[in-house]
């Protein structure tokens, strides 16, 4: 039982929590404000940002041509090996040289969402390990881009 010295509001707090009755409470929550279409960048991905402007999609012709596949099967959605591994060595490069968030490579290569290009990130670092043509690739790619930026 409650102190008869205890404050009354303080001994009906008591009360009400030891005998689990419903108390009611005022919570405010903030409204954010609604996000504009065309939004800047987050910072983390300003800072990244070549310092000349680059077209990514020159690296998508590159690899064509290197790889002896059509531009348009790369960026398709099929889901063989020789396209995949295209699109590995693309957005292995474009993270590497350029710099590029997930979903900025992911639009590079005409994907809904940056969870295939995280996959194919992942996956280019083994292929690069293991497998050798792959590894020339890559250096070859990055290489063009050094030249094209001048560095």
């Given at each position: 039982m409650i102190s008869q010295r205890a404050h009354p509001?303080?001994?009906?707090?008591?009360?009400?929590?030891?005998?689990?009755?419903?108390?009611?409470?005022n919570l405010v929550v903030p409204v954010?404000?609604?996000v504009a279409a065309s939004r800047p960048l987050p910072?983390?991905?300003?800072?990244?940002?070549?310092?000349?402007p680059f077209d990514p999609s020159m690296i998508v012709d590159w690899a064509a041509y290197e790889m002896g596949l059509p531009r348009a099967d790369i960026l398709?959605?099929?889901?063989e090996a020789r396209y995949f591994r295209a699109r590995a060595a693309i957005a292995w490069v474009v993270r590497h040289a350029?710099?590029?968030?997930?979903?900025?490579?992911?639009?590079?290569?005409?994907?809904?969402n940056h969870t295939t290009t995280l996959n194919q990130l992942r996956r280019a670092a083994v292929m690069r390990?293991?497998?050798?043509a792959f590894l020339m690739l890559t250096d070859k790619l990055i290489e063009r881009v050094r030249q094209e930026q001048g560095q």
């Open positions: 509001a303080l001994a009906q707090r008591i009360t009400a929590a030891t005998t689990r009755e419903p108390v009611a409470v954010s404000k609604p910072p983390y991905d300003r800072a990244r940002q070549p310092s000349s398709g959605p099929s889901r350029l710099g590029f968030s997930m979903p900025r490579i992911a639009a590079v290569l005409g994907r809904p390990d293991r497998d050798p």
